[in-house]
T-cell receptor, first 119, second 113 residues
Framework: AQTVTQSQPEMSVQEAETVTLSCTYD???????LFWYKQPPSRQMILVIR??????QNATENRFSVNFQKAAKSFSLKISDSQLGDAAMYFC????????????????FGQGTRLTINP | NAGVTQTPKFQVLKTGQSMTLQCAQD?????MSWYRQDPGMGLRLIHY???????DQGEVPNGYNVSRSTTEDFPLRLLSAAPSQTSVYFC????????????FGPGTRLTVL
C-alpha cells in the first residue's frame, strides 16, 4: 500500500519570503500522480499543484512550484513571495495512475503541514 | 454549476443515533468518494464508488454504509454513531478514466457525544 509522509507538522515564514514544505511517499508503482492541496480555515480543499510521475519537469503554478525527485520519492512544495492568504493547512497526496483497476482514483494523503505567514 | 455539495454543514449526534450525510455533484462524474479528516492524520478514505450501483471500501469503512443509486448522489450512512466517528467528513468526485482533479465538497463537521 502507498503511504505519504509530511514530517513538518507546522511551518512559519515571513511575508514575502520563500518557504518549502516537505513530502515523501512510498510506492512500488512507476506511474502515479502527486498533488498538493491547500485547506484554509474555511475547510475547503483547494488543489494547488499537480505532478505526473512520468514528467521529469517540475510543475509550476505562479508562485507555487515543486521539486519532484522520483528516485528519492520526494515531492516538496516551494511557495515564493509568501502572502498572508497562503496561511493554511497543506496536504500532500498520492494517486495511482494504473488504468483499469477499480479504486485507482483514490487519494492517499499525508498528515498535513500547518503554514503560518508572519506579517 | 454547483460542483460538489454536502449537507448538513454541522451535526451533533448522541451515541447510538443514526444519520445520513448527503453528497451530490452536478458534473456527471462517475467517481465519488468519502473521506474523514482527523487531527494529525490527514484525510482517510472511507468508501468510494466508480459508478451507479458500484461501491467499495476504502481504508476506514467500519461503521459506515454507502449506496449509489444515481450518478449524482452518494450518501454516507452512520448506522449507530460512536464518539470515534467525531470528525470532519469530505465528499469528492472526479472523472474515472481521465486523470482529472478530484473536486471536494465543503465538508460536514460531525460531533458524536
Amino acid at each position: 500500500a502507498q503511504t505519504v509522509t509530511q514530517s513538518q507538522p507546522e511551518m512559519s515564514v515571513q511575508e514575502a519570503e520563500t518557504v518549502t514544505l516537505s513530502c515523501t511517499y512510498d510506492t512500488s508503482e512507476s506511474d502515479y500522480y502527486l498533488f498538493w492541496y491547500k485547506q484554509p480555515p474555511s475547510r475547503q480543499m483547494i488543489l494547488v499543484i499537480r505532478q505526473e510521475a512520468y514528467k521529469q519537469q517540475n510543475a509550476t503554478e505562479n508562485r507555487f512550484s515543486v521539486n519532484f525527485q522520483k528516485a528519492a520519492k520526494s515531492f516538496s512544495l516551494k511557495i515564493s513571495d509568501s502572502q498572508l492568504g497562503d496561511a493554511a493547512m497543506y496536504f500532500c497526496a498520492y494517486r495511482s495512475a494504473v488504468q483499469g483497476i477499480q479504486g485507482a482514483q483514490k487519494l492517499v494523503f499525508g498528515q498535513g503541514t500547518r503554514l503560518t505567514i508572519n506579517p | 454549476n454547483a460542483g460538489v455539495t454536502q449537507t448538513p454543514k454541522f451535526q451533533v449526534l448522541k451515541t447510538g443515533q443514526s444519520m445520513t450525510l448527503q453528497c451530490a455533484q452536478d458534473m456527471n462524474h462517475e467517481y465519488m468518494s468519502w473521506y474523514r479528516q482527523d487531527p494529525g492524520m490527514g484525510l482517510r478514505l472511507i468508501h468510494y464508488s466508480v459508478g451507479a450501483g458500484i461501491t467499495d471500501q476504502g481504508e476506514v469503512p467500519n461503521g459506515y454504509n454507502v449506496s449509489r443509486s444515481t450518478t449524482e448522489d452518494f450518501p454516507l450512512r452512520l448506522l449507530s454513531a460512536a464518539p470515534s466517528q467525531t470528525s470532519v467528513y469530505f465528499c469528492a468526485s472526479s472523472e474515472v478514466a481521465e486523470t482529472d482533479t478530484q473536486y471536494f465538497g465543503p465538508g460536514t463537521r460531525l460531533t458524536v457525544l
